[in-house]
Structures are given as C-alpha cells and as structure tokens.
C-alpha cells in the first residue's frame, strides 16, 4: 500500500517580513511543534535541471549558529554524495574543504 507522508514548515514573520520564529512537523517521523532557528531546503526540478531552494533564519539566530549551520550542511553533503553516488573522491574533496572550513570560521572539530 503506497503512503503519502508531510512534512511542514510554519513561519512567523515580523511586520518587515523577517522571520521570527520557524516551527516545523514531521509526523511519520514523530516531529510535532519543533522549534528550528534556521531551514535549508533544497529540491531538485528535473525539467530544469536547477537546484531550487528555500533558505530562511530567524531574527535572533547568532552569527555562531549560523556558521555552524552552514558548516554541518556542507559535511552532510558529502554524506549524501558518497550515500547517493558511490563517489568517494569527490566526498572526500567536501569533506577536506570542511576542515578547512572549521579554521576560517573559527569553529572547533566538534561541530
């Protein structure tokens, strides 16, 4: 039996449309009223061939997060590369480009 599954995406926006609070569900996935300081979402449209995306971050979000997120979704997509295409070169190219990341943006390898 074929299943459909949601997921969703509330913002809050101030008067300046600038987000301030991000609340996102996931029920299949037992998510519900989860606070998020940040999405990044990406879809791929075929007919194109163009990554479309959806990047928001609320008001108060600190510029430390902001580097760590960016960061951890760079070393992800080295994940989803190896994951998805078997190609280890080029993950480990991502993989040392986050790295060095680590130093520019003065984060511990922790991260």
């Known amino acids: 039996m074929k299943k459909q599954a949601k997921i969703t995406l509330d913002v809050w926006l101030d008067e300046n449309q600038i987000p301030e609070r991000i ?17 990044f979402l ?15 971050w609320t ?4 510029v430390d997060a902001m580097k760590k997120f960016i960061h951890q979704n760079i070393v992800t997509s080295a994940t989803i590369l190896r994951r998805a295409t078997s190609d280890d070169e080029a993950a480990e190219v991502i ?17």
Request: aromatic content about 8%; proline content about 2%; charged content about 40%.
């Open 95 to 111: 993989e040392e480009f986050g790295k060095r990341l680590l130093k520019i943006l003065k984060l511990s390898d922790k991260e």
């Open 59 to 62: 008001k108060d979000m600190s």
């Open 42 to 56: 990406t879809l791929w449209d075929d007919s194109k061939q163009e990554t479309l995306r959806l990047d928001l």
């Open 23 to 39: 609340e996102w569900n996931a029920p299949d996935g037992g998510v519900f009223h989860a606070d998020a300081k940040a999405a």
